[in-house]
């Protein structure tokens, strides 16, 4: 069913909204029923409403209807102009156009119009009805459990639940990814690209998934942190260049600790004590040629002591003390070089290549630190020869690796060509960076979320879908193509002739009109059936309005029972279908929309059925519309408390189309309109109302119209009552026949209250004085009471024609 329309733009309707236009007294939205009546005058918009409707029914939009917009709300979803040729609803709609499109002989009969031929089930063929039941029991119902149906809803729930599962975990996954692709990378202001979303996030996967990638360490990640903010450096222009001189040390130094040396004459105690030979040799030069005493001991120097001494430290000892003195000169300058390999700092490099600087500068560091010790051992070496000259010392063994030290230069020498380069590429190296980054933060991101496993899990769940929808599609092709066979043997029972003789039969039963007739007729070539009006066995033109919309409509009822439309949920629309008909044909196309289409049937449990799942009918005639509020009111259940009950109310609804203008709007039915089948009924709840003077508290109107309400109602009721006078000058003479001549106090209470409060003229004080309250009551219960005894049954009658419970006494 449909619930409510919002139209933006639809011929003379304009920016409608239903929830705010449509509500009532309480504030309460009120939206379409099952039973949906609209009264509107010529012009008002009711037919182009219908086309919204129509164009539900054949899939498009009426001509010269461009830019149109509206969306109609239903069970089944909302239906906008957009789809108006794909949507759940099955609706049919009689109007002008439906006319026009299948009648269009009744607007054009002097210019060649047609009437389309349709087809309802003609005679029964007992074989094909048996093959066409075989196969409505093979297919079954939903209702009945049994069946290809209801193997196929089974099977739906299946694929539905399944493809739900596979799109709530696939979801589920996807939420994952777009979140941290949003939510944590593109917000990252060091790797995070300005753009980024879910399918570049599943891109970064596909790259962490080759083979060969492997995420940045935390130190890797430092770097690449610090290179980011890296700014542009300057060339460095220095170079390491290290140049050993411990091979030529060594030679000279190997010849040294080895050289053989013995003193002319030798001084045994300065042999046998190294330390004393030092003291002497060290004393030598502060004695000779300056005293002749020992300046440690104050003794007399032997007179013959500095040739003993000349005799023990030849000039060859000198010699090889001189060479070792050079030697050690030398050593001491390699050691103190050692310190100037090397001055560059790491921060003349770009981060990366700082790392690896670092690592080499330390590997050298060490490197030189053997080299150092084996400079300094070298030196105790030549020290210990030096202080005992006449014994040989071994040479002490190398411990440093050139080569490695070389190699720490030559790879301090590529870093620094290669910082040298990375200025000219270095925001390339920023973008890999920032791509390296982010491909570890992606990388740790799905083993966080265990991605692998999840993908497997999903794998499956599609596999579970893909397996449910097939069962399901291949069920669905064996009940169309069942279908299909139903509709093949139907089509052999079909008969066009029945249609028009369904046509005829509407017309004769509920019209009384025999006068015209459709007749299916054989084309000239004997292989196709026209339909043709007929008046007296001849073709008829030249037909009235009223006799045009007696086929029309006709037509229209019996086309609801052909194949495409026989059994199922119809939304039937119906516009305006009188026209000049007489009143005696409106009656009649009331009775047969309320026996065809309204009246409810019983089903087997003895509940309701209906031939249509909502019905919309709208007219302009007052007196079709007074037939209209007589229409079999459909019922529905609702909540009757908490309890859990449920209670029966009206499925229905009144509406009104005006127009303001060039523009149309919809609205609830005013009250008058209604709940008052005539004026009669109105006049009847006004007095009714009157019968409490409590109320005049809530809602005084009807005690000020009193009068004229009373007066009216009485000279109607009357005059049904007594149609005849028999004392015409005598203006009581109707009331005094039916209150009685003896009760004349009240007669005559009556008589003043129904002239006086209806009637100023020539008592205008009257409308500057307060009503009397009591008075009308009073009067309105008099009235009331004397209706009840004249007649309990129209009394209770015209309590229920207002909506009041019956009276009992």
């Not at 409608?16 to 008002?44: E, H, M, P």
């Not at 010849?255 to 001084?267: C, G, H, N, V």
């Not at 339909?531 to 009223?546: C, H, P, Q, V």
């Not at 007589?630 to 229905?652: E, F, M, Q, Y």
Request: proline residues 3%; glycine residues 6%; charged residues 30%.
């Amino acid at each position: 069913m449909f619930s409510h329309v919002d139209i933006g733009s639809f011929g003379s309707f304009k920016d409608l909204n239903w929830k705010r236009s449509l509500k009532d007294a309480c504030n309460t939205v009120q939206n379409f029923k099952r039973l949906n009546i609209l009264y509107g005058r010529n012009y008002s918009g009711k037919t182009t409403l219908s086309r919204i409707f129509r164009a539900l029914e054949t899939g498009r939009m009426p001509l010269n209807y461009v830019g149109s917009t509206f969306t109609v709300h239903g069970d089944k979803g909302d239906v906008t102009q957009a789809d108006i040729a794909g949507h759940g609803y099955d609706v049919r709609v009689y109007n002008r156009d439906f006319v026009s499109e299948n009648l269009s002989f009744l607007i054009n009969q002097a210019i060649g119009g047609e009437i389309k031929t349709f087809a309802i089930v003609g005679e029964k063929n007992k074989e094909i009805e048996d093959e066409i039941a075989a196969i409505h029991a093979k297919l079954g119902s939903i209702e009945s459990k049994a069946g290809l149906r209801h193997d196929l809803d089974a099977k739906k729930k299946e694929r539905d639940r399944t493809k739900n599962n596979h799109k709530n975990a696939s979801d589920a996954l996807e939420g994952k990814l777009r979140s941290h692709a949003n939510d944590k990378i593109k917000l990252n202001r060091i790797y995070g690209p300005a753009v980024y979303n879910i399918e570049s996030i599943k891109k970064d996967i596909g790259a962490i998934k080759k083979a060969g990638f492997t995420p940045l360490t935390t130190d890797e990640q430092a770097t690449k942190v610090n290179l980011l903010k890296q700014e542009a450096l300057p060339d460095i222009t220095d170079t390491v260049s290290i140049s050993l001189k411990i091979d030529s040390i060594e030679t000279v130094a190997q010849e040294l600790l080895s050289r053989s040396i013995k003193p002319t004459q030798a001084i045994q105690e300065l042999l046998n004590e190294t330390v004393l030979q030092a003291w002497v040799k060290q004393g030598i030069p502060l004695h000779k040629d300056k005293r002749d005493t020992c300046a440690f001991c104050r003794q007399d120097l032997p007179h013959d002591i500095w040739k003993v001494l000349d005799s023990h430290f030849s000039k060859e000892s000198s010699d090889l003390e001189s060479s070792i003195d050079s030697c050690l000169t030398s050593l001491n300058d390699e050691i103190q070089a050692i310190a100037g390999f090397l001055t560059l700092t790491g921060d003349k490099f770009y981060a990366e290549e700082k790392v690896s600087f670092e690592a080499n500068k330390k590997s050298l560091a060490e490197c030189l630190k053997v080299y150092k010790q084996d400079l300094e051992a070298l030196k105790t070496a030549l020290d210990s020869r030096k202080s005992s000259l006449f014994q040989p010392v071994a040479m002490p063994a190398p411990k440093h690796d050139s080569a490695a030290i070389q190699k720490c230069a030559d790879d301090i020498n590529d870093l620094i060509v290669k910082s040298n380069g990375r200025t000219h590429s270095l925001e390339k190296d920023k973008d890999s960076a920032r791509e390296a980054l982010r491909l570890t933060d992606v990388a740790s991101f799905i083993v966080d979320i265990t991605y692998d496993t999840e993908l497997t899990r999903i794998a499956g769940l599609k596999t579970d879908a893909d397996t449910a929808n097939t069962a399901y599609t291949d069920a669905e092709a064996e009940i169309v193509k069942l279908e299909a066979d139903v509709a093949r043997l139907q089509g052999k029972q079909k008969d066009e002739r029945k249609g028009a003789e369904r046509v005829n039969a509407l017309l004769n039963h509920f019209f009384g009109h025999d006068g015209i007739k459709l007749e299916a007729k054989d084309n000239a070539g004997k292989n196709a059936v026209k339909f043709e009006i007929t008046r007296d066995g001849k073709s008829a033109y030249n037909l009235s309005e009223g006799e045009c919309s007696l086929v029309a409509f006709c037509y229209f009822i019996a086309k609801l029972e052909e194949p495409g439309s026989k059994g199922k949920d119809l939304i039937i629309y119906i516009d305006d279908p009188i026209s000049s008909l007489d009143g005696n044909h409106i009656f009649f196309m009331f009775s047969l929309i309320e026996s065809l289409i309204a009246r409810p049937f019983k089903n087997a449990d003895g509940s309701n059925g209906y031939r249509h799942s909502q019905l919309f009918i709208s007219t302009h005639n007052l007196d079709f519309l007074k037939y209209l509020k007589r229409l079999s009111v459909p019922k529905k259940k609702v909540p009757a408390g908490d309890c859990g009950k449920t209670k029966s109310v009206d499925d229905n609804e009144h509406f009104m189309v005006e127009r303001n203008g060039p523009k149309s709007n919809i609205m609830l039915m005013p009250s008058y309109l209604k709940d008052y089948i005539t004026e009669f009924n109105y006049l009847f709840h006004q007095i009714y109302k009157c019968r409490n003077q409590d109320a005049a508290h809530g809602a005084h109107e009807p005690f000020y119209g009193f009068g004229n309400n009373l007066r009216k109602f009485l000279e109607a009721f009357l005059f049904f009552k007594f149609p005849y006078h028999d004392d015409k000058n005598d203006k009581l003479e109707r009331i005094k026949k039916f209150f009685g001549d003896e009760d004349a106090t009240a007669i005559e209470l009556v008589n003043r209250l129904s002239n006086e409060f209806s009637h100023l003229e020539s008592i205008p004080d009257r409308g500057f004085k307060p009503v009397e309250i009591p008075e009308i009551a009073k009067v309105a219960n008099f009235v009331l009471d004397k209706i009840y005894a004249a007649d309990p049954h129209q009394y209770n009658a015209l309590l229920k024609s207002i909506g009041e419970p019956e009276r009992t006494q």
